[in-house]
Structures are given as C-alpha cells and as structure tokens.
C-alpha cells in the first residue's frame, strides 16, 4: 500500500496571494478531507471529498476551495491569503468501507503568509 | 466548551514510567481514534475504539462509552515515545473533532 504524500512540505506566501496544496490518496481510498492545525492546536475540519463532491465542510471561507480528481487525490486552493492562515496543513484519505483504523494522513504542509 | 477535552495538556516523565492520558467528549461518536503526532507534523493512527480496550505493544486504550471518557496509558515510557498524543472523534459528515493534543515528553 502507498501511503499519502503531501506536496510541498513547506511553502512561504505573501499575504493576498494564492496558494494550491496537493495530496495524494491511499490506494483503496476515497475520500481525502482537509485539516487546518495552528500552532499549539488542534488540526481543525476544512472540507472532505468522497467520489470528487465535496461532501462536508468546516467552518472555513468560501476562500478556502478544494477539487479531488478521478485518482482520488485532492487540491486544496486558499484565495486572498491572509496572516491567520499560516498554518500546517494536513489531509486524511480515507475509505468508509475499509475496517481497520480507518485514516492516513499525510505528513503536512506548512505554510507560512508574511 | 470543547468537544473533545483532553488532559494534561503537557506531560513530562522519566523513562520507564507508567503515562496515561485522559480524553472526554461531549458528542455522540460511533469512534474515537488516538493519534500521535511528531515534531515534523505528521500523524500516525494508533487506535480506533468504539468500546472496551485495545492493546499494541506497549500501548493500551480503553474507552468507556456512558461516561463518554478514553484513556491511553503508556507502560515503560521510553524517550521515543516523546510526541503529541491526540484524541480524536467521529463529527457528523465523516469527518475527524480533534483534541488540542497532550505533549508528552520522556527524559532518559
């Protein structure tokens, strides 16, 4: 089994920028969903996607958009960057109908807006 | 209030000590999930419960769904075991409400 990858692990962004983070899926997985962890923290929901829908959403901007490809992996776009959305960014894949432990996570990206 | 509330949240021990964490919540769950986090960001799953206990290694969790309570106990801490230990439930559209996380740190 692959695992999920991340990319890229760090990236520096001024601030009204945009940025698109890539994550790849688990093989078997289908669902990849978004987290946000500021420092100290705990990662906190943004979106998730099942089958390329998005299917639930956090409490996050419409700035914050995402797409998940017929491979199952994902993109996460942040429009209008701002200082706040610093942050380390993780995605989880996925699959309702897999019964071990259920989620792989990827290893992050971190992003910082100056 | 949190949904998920998790203590301490910074532990420090002597190796071979006996560690436990504590996590309660506040929402129905189907599953709570224990995950460790390193200094570089990325989370490995250790555990998904939805009753009694679980074992691996030297890692034991036990969750008790009436009191809405788990616990992950470490036995015989060792320095590796340093990391971010975090409690995590089910939310309504599939995805993961995670604890703050405790920083757990073993000295030798």
């Known amino acids: 089994e692959t695992g999920v990858t991340q990319s890229p692990t760090h990236l520096i962004k001024t601030r009204g920028q945009q940025v698109t983070l890539r994550c790849s899926s688990q093989?078997?997985?289908?669902?990849v969903s978004w987290y946000q962890q500021a420092l100290g923290q705990g990662p906190q929901f943004i979106f998730q996607?099942?089958?390329?829908?998005?299917?639930g959403r956090g409490n996050f901007p419409p700035r914050f958009s995402g797409l998940q490809f017929p491979n199952y992996s994902s993109e996460l776009n942040v429009n209008a960057l701002e200082l706040d959305d610093s942050a380390l960014y993780l995605c989880?894949?996925?699959?309702?109908?897999?019964?071990?432990?259920?989620?792989?996570f990827g290893s992050g990206t971190r992003l910082t807006v100056v | 209030k949190n949904e998920v509330e998790q203590s301490p949240q910074n532990l420090t021990a002597q190796e071979g000590e006996f560690i436990t964490i504590n996590c309660s919540y506040s929402?129905?769950?189907?599953?709570l999930h224990w995950l460790q986090q390193h200094p570089g960001g990325g989370i490995v799953s250790l555990f998904m419960?939805?009753?009694g206990k679980k074992k691996h290694g030297r890692l034991i969790a036990t969750i008790n769904i009436q009191e809405k309570h788990s616990s992950l106990h470490i036995t015989a801490s060792h320095p590796r075991d340093s990391a971010v230990y975090i409690c995590?439930?089910?939310?309504?559209?599939?995805?993961?409400?995670f604890g703050k996380g405790t920083k757990l740190s073993v000295k030798p």
């Open positions: 989880a894949s996925s699959s309702p109908f897999r019964g071990t432990n259920g989620y792989t």
């Open positions: 093989s078997g997985h289908n669902t």
């Open positions: 996607y099942y089958r390329e829908e998005e299917n």
């Open positions: 929402v129905g769950i189907s599953a």
């Open positions: 419960l939805s009753s």
């Open positions: 995590a439930v089910r939310g309504s559209q599939g995805n993961l409400i």
